[in-house]
């Protein structure tokens, strides 16, 4: 009877950790076009999601704007203010691109430079499959990591997409992101 019960429990504590949600944190993106909802993925990029969110809780993505439009590629912003300067950064982070992540139309990434450990504040979106920016190893093949993928306002991001640009791919008009909110997933 006793091993009866040690089987039911374990099956249901099977049955309850089955049902949790994986999803992680929500944040809603809004822009002077209209709102892009992310989900962050910490189990895979959790040195990446905590420094995002930290830009967030300190309201440090309000009011910069898509400096970087790039419409078969991708929509890079987070760190430039309309005034075309740039916002206060935190230290740089580790590049976590090993993650497994791909960098598929719809995710999420760091900016960096060509300094694999160098990501602050800016951030894109890809609007198609960029295969070349996944991690592919060794001295070279550092990636650019994914650290989320956003779940509602894909028309948003093709909209951004599409805005004219200058020959710097710099919006002609101001794409502004308003606000970045943390939200809770449905």
Do not use: W
């Not at 009011?63 to 790039?70: E, L, N, P």
């Not at 590049?95 to 504040?121: C, F, H, K, Q, V």
């Not at 190893?137 to 306002?153: A, H, M, R, S």
């Amino acid at each position: 009877m006793r091993r009866a019960f040690l089987v039911l429990g374990a099956v249901g504590l099977a049955f309850l950790a089955g049902c949790q949600s994986d999803a992680g944190p929500v944040v809603v993106i809004e822009t002077s076009m209209g709102n892009i909802k992310v989900e962050l993925n910490e189990r895979d990029a959790p040195i990446t999601v905590k420094n995002f969110l930290r830009y967030v809780d300190a309201k440090g993505y309000d009011d910069t704007i898509f400096h970087r439009v790039i419409k078969n590629f991708m929509i890079q912003g987070g760190g430039m203010g309309p005034d075309g300067k740039p916002k206060n950064q935190l230290d740089p982070i580790k590049n976590e691109a090993y993650n497994g992540l791909a960098n598929e139309r719809g995710t999420i990434a760091m900016a960096r430079t060509s300094d694999p450990d160098s990501a602050t504040n800016q951030f894109f979106i890809n609007v198609k499959d960029n295969k070349n920016l996944d991690y592919k190893g060794g001295k070279g093949g550092e990636g650019y990591c994914v650290f989320g993928k956003v779940i509602e306002g894909m028309e948003v991001v093709d909209r951004i997409r599409q805005v004219p640009t200058d020959s710097n791919d710099q919006p002609v008009e101001t794409v502004l992101i308003k606000s970045v909110r943390r939200v809770e997933p449905k």
